[in-house]
């Protein structure tokens, strides 16, 4: 590939003075109106902490409710002004002191997270499933998450109805690093961006009321294979600055195709070694592979998926994946696109053990969100498949399997949260046997969004593949597409499986049951069939969108 291919993925920013080390030092110039989306979150995640302080215990779930709701609803309200601004086009710019990129993947991404995470606490939220608990009504999380499990301070803490309010702010905390980790331009934004919203993370998944021990299990896995991929991206953030001398993302590149000529005194031995260049590079990428859960990064996932909330397990399944490979996109084309040939071998490889691997032990898994889990695996793949196009079309039908495939998860997980038994969550592949015949319109859903995974046509799920593998057979890549295909067709097998299970085995007697749940998860699921359905059948308008949306700024 030519390299004016990959430069017609960037448009040049305006009005960007670093200042020479000699000058005078001169405050910080702060673009608050384009960095409002995350500043509105911050502010909410702050005030949700004023209210865990200061507001009685009785009326704080309806106080954070309300309160993290407005504030999704108004971060995207500011996204969409930015975008009708022009901010996407041709007013795309650096703000922040260099910091975060303005530009149409970053608003289109912010977007995409902003209304997977109103629908994803609409799950949250929910607290008709379980029976009511000495007269009070009970959510997916602990009484009190600071006390021992099975302990007698938990007991009294369920007794006296107490709730883990905290989760609302977290979850905008979380959000608010996923906003900036796609738009950060520089290594050490990405990093800051990166552990604000994975720390949140590691503690809601520790919080589920059912199977603390599980879910507490999962926490500690994901915060310590967090930690290593945490560890990988930082070193290889030393290495690339060692190598280009700066952090920023414009200059590295430039560094890497050889138009910064200047060598900072004190980096004279070591800047332009391409040693340094390549492995700090390949780092850089392990981090960012492990959030997004390919292999071999994916160790986590099926264990996290299965031990923590479900509604926390939606949420981060969507809502991580579209941050993480929209870092991942900046990173290839607007840092590193001078290592296309370089790296192209490696991706090649990880995309093709990512969509084999997750579509083969999916078929061996018998708890429905290991099932999940491992067809995200598999999702993650099919996308890494896009981003290896390396031109626009590449760019703008990952955006558009991201916006596609985060509704139809959290919508899943949603509908995962409905089928229960005395213990909880009835997540045993054999409980779903007969479901078709006790919940018709509950399994009715479920498929509608098992054929979206499997990419089966009228479903957003084949919009997204075909747009992916399309971008990709253009730039090259057709094996890549042969094998996303073979993937595609052993995926589908576990999916239907799932659907003959449920529509044509007959239910057993002491089978789970299906909870009546309030609007809220109501809402979850009828927006995240709509998405799947809209995306399906007229899928131009958004492709088109993403097309729009698919111009890098540097």
Not at 9 to 29: E, I, K, M, Y
Not at 38 to 53: H, T
Not at 242 to 255: K, P
Request: net charge neutral.
């Amino acid at each position: 590939m030519s390299a004016t291919a990959v430069h017609s993925l960037w448009t040049t920013a305006s009005g960007v003075n670093f200042a020479a080390p000699g000058d005078r030092f001169t405050a910080p110039t702060i673009e608050y109106a384009q960095l409002a989306p995350v500043l509105i979150i911050v502010i909410g995640a702050v005030l949700g902490i004023l209210v865990e302080a200061f507001v009685p215990r009785k009326a704080r779930y309806h106080a954070q409710l309300l309160l993290t709701v407005v504030a999704l609803a108004a971060a995207f309200a500011a996204v969409v002004s930015l975008a009708a601004g022009g901010y996407a086009t041709t007013k795309a710019q650096i703000a922040a002191m260099g910091a975060i990129a303005i530009d149409g993947p970053t608003l289109f991404l912010q977007g995409t997270i902003l209304l997977v995470s109103v629908v994803a606490v609409f799950t949250f939220a929910e607290r008709r499933l379980d029976p009511t608990a000495h007269g009070n009504r009970v959510d997916s999380f602990a009484a009190q998450a600071g006390t021992v499990p099975g302990s007698d301070a938990e007991k009294a803490a369920v007794r006296a109805g107490f709730a883990t309010t905290e989760v609302f702010p977290l979850v905008l905390f979380s959000v608010a690093g996923m906003l900036v980790f796609p738009a950060a331009n520089d290594l050490l934004t990405l990093f800051i961006a990166l552990e604000v919203f994975s720390l949140p993370l590691y503690l809601l998944c520790a919080v589920a009321r059912r199977k603390r021990l599980m879910s507490q299990e999962a926490a500690v896995k994901y915060f310590l294979l967090g930690a290593f991929s945490s560890a990988f991206l930082l070193f290889g953030i030393a290495l690339l600055y060692g190598y280009a001398g700066s952090l920023s993302y414009a200059t590295i590149a430039n560094v890497v195709d050889g138009s910064v000529m200047e060598i900072a005194p004190a980096l004279a031995g070591t800047m332009g070694n391409d040693a340094l260049l390549l492995i700090g590079g390949a780092m850089i990428l392990v981090g960012l592979l492990f959030k997004v859960g390919a292999v071999p990064f994916h160790m986590w996932t099926p264990d996290v998926y299965q031990g923590a909330p479900t509604p926390v397990t939606g949420f981060m399944a969507a809502a991580t994946k579209v941050a993480a490979f929209g870092a991942l996109l900046r990173l290839l084309y607007v840092v590193l696109p001078g290592l296309t040939w370089d790296l192209r071998p490696v991706l090649w490889a990880v995309a093709i053990i990512t969509m084999l691997g997750g579509a083969v032990v999916a078929i061996t898994q018998t708890d429905i969100k290991r099932l999940l889990a491992y067809s995200s695996i598999a999702h993650a793949g099919f996308i890494l498949a896009g981003v290896i196009a390396t031109s626009p079309e590449g760019v703008s039908s990952v955006l558009f399997y991201l916006g596609a495939y985060s509704f139809v998860t959290v919508g899943a997980f949603a509908v995962v949260t409905l089928v229960r038994d005395a213990g909880g969550e009835a997540t045993h592949l054999s409980k779903w046997a007969g479901l078709g015949r006790r919940s018709p319109l509950v399994a009715a859903v479920f498929a509608v969004f098992l054929l979206a995974f499997a990419g089966i046509p009228l479903t957003s799920g084949f919009s997204g593949k075909f747009a992916v593998f399309k971008a990709a057979a253009e730039s090259g890549a057709g094996a890549l597409v042969v094998v996303g295909v073979i993937s595609s067709a052993i995926a589908a097998f576990f999916y239907i499986r799932v659907i003959v299970l449920m529509f044509f085995s007959e239910p057993k007697a002491d089978g789970p049951t299906v909870a009546v749940p309030s609007p809220l998860t109501m809402t979850t699921i009828a927006v995240g069939v709509a998405v799947t359905l809209v995306l399906g059948l007229a899928p131009q308008y958004f492709l088109d969108l993403a097309g729009q949306a698919g111009v890098f700024v540097r």
